[in-house]
């Protein structure tokens, strides 16, 4: 129910947005406060013409990797396969950037516009195996929401 409620709520910011920025950083605000296990909620969009992610709006604490070369971390690897890609425990992956040391598990999920990928929604749980393919499908719509204002 709470991820239909919040569908809901994402269609209409998105539809009365006038500003893109803003609304991006009132998506990650609600999705952080409103499920108890996203704690860090980012967007990381291609970086012009680089072979880059560089960070746009986020809720959660600060972090240093403000831009991502792709192949490295969780969010340079999807750069590439553009496909999902959910880590149940970070500690058991090789190719991964700790953004917090209270970070336990991650999932991405690309950004496509007119078929490309142009960027990414990251979240960060401070809990173990929290996401399932409800976080996907969830997370799926959320990005097509937000490549109609890209
Ligand atoms: N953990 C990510 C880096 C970004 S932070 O989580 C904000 C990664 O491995 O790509």
Redesign the pocket.
Known sequence: MLYNQLKTKISSLVNQSINTEKTLFKICEILRSKISYYD?V?F?FKNGSKQELK?GP?A?LD?E?KI?PFG???????ALTNKNFV?PD?KK?N??????IN?KS?I?VPIFVDGKNIGQI?I?SNILNPFSKRDEEFLEYVCAKVATLL
């Open positions: 860090w980012g990381y960070l986020y959660g972090t990797h991502i490295k971390g969780i969010c340079g690897q999807v880590v970070v992956q190719n991964y950037i700790a953004c917090n970070v991650e991405v990251d960060d």
